[in-house]
């Protein structure tokens, strides 16, 4: 992540998993720290597959507010 961070010049990135169960989309999004390489949000968001605009919404704004926190250095 460490390299990832740098090579973007970021110091947060985001990454996710995504599975899909029928009509149903699940993802797990995190964001990591890219210079300690750790994890500071974690969260799970689930949908429908054919509403992918509320699901993104849901995750921008989850993402905004996490990456607003203050964090520990």
């Given amino acids: 992540m460490r390299e990832i961070a740098r090579a973007l010049d970021a110091d947060l990135v985001m990454e996710a998993t995504v ?6 989309v699940r993802i797990q999004a995190r964001l990591v720290d890219g ?5 500071l949000w974690v969260e799970e968001f689930v949908g429908r597959a054919a509403d992918p605009d509320e699901l993104q919404r849901r995750i921008a704004v989850a993402v905004a507010e996490a990456s607003n926190r203050p964090r520990r250095r």
């Fill in 19 to 24: 599975l899909t169960e029928g009509d149903r």
């Fill in 35 to 39: 210079v300690r390489d750790r994890k």
